[in-house]
């Protein structure tokens, strides 16, 4: 029963699959058991299995009894790049952890300008000049 | 929130800030150069969020605590 409860998910998800349907999925979660649901939807795809003609009210859809055209057009077309989205999301957030590392992030290019006011000798002890000083110059640097 | 409840935010914030800059000057004095710059540039993100988080938020509460913090700086170099 549990198979063909699959099947029929199976069979609903490749009816409505996109080919870029990995754009749209949350970067980490390709564990997810309906990531892996999708993917094994995708790899059934078959694009000479038989479908109803177009102009009819179920054009284009799967069917299994020989009255498809005889060059179906697939719903979903086979994907040259099976990972080409899930590697661009992955690139993109790579290079955004290499920015915030390399420092460059207004935040850190103000904590770099004003972090040598934090490092001032005090003119006296308990003196909250520098924290004043730091305070205004965080502030102007981030335009507050 | 009132006027003196603020201050007392405002304050601590800047009793904490000092704390935080002895112990800069402390790392400093006892680590490598890497490590002190590792924690001085912690330890600045953590006054500038409380400066942000804490004294920002109580000077937009009652603007009369920012006049007084300039004005204490002014005359006494520290928050009375």
Sequence with gaps: MARIAEEAILHEIKRSLRPDWRRFWKAGHENDRLYKLYERAERKFDPNQPRVPKGQPEGGQWTSDGEGDSQPVPLVPPRSQPDGDAVGVSAILAKAKQLAASGTTPYQRCLNLCFPILERALPFPGSDRNTFDFHKCMNACLGK | ?80
């Design chain 2, 1 to 80: 929130m009132d006027q003196q409840t603020a201050w007392q935010v405002v304050r601590t914030s800047y009793r904490c800030s000092a704390d935080l800059q002895v112990l800069m000057k402390f790392l400093k004095e006892r680590c490598s150069s890497e490590d002190y710059k590792s924690f001085a540039k912690a330890i600045a993100t953590v006054i500038d969020t409380m400066n942000a988080q804490l004294v920002d938020r109580a000077v937009a509460i009652h603007p009369d605590i920012g006049r007084r913090i300039e004005s204490d700086i002014e005359k006494f170099g520290h928050l009375t």
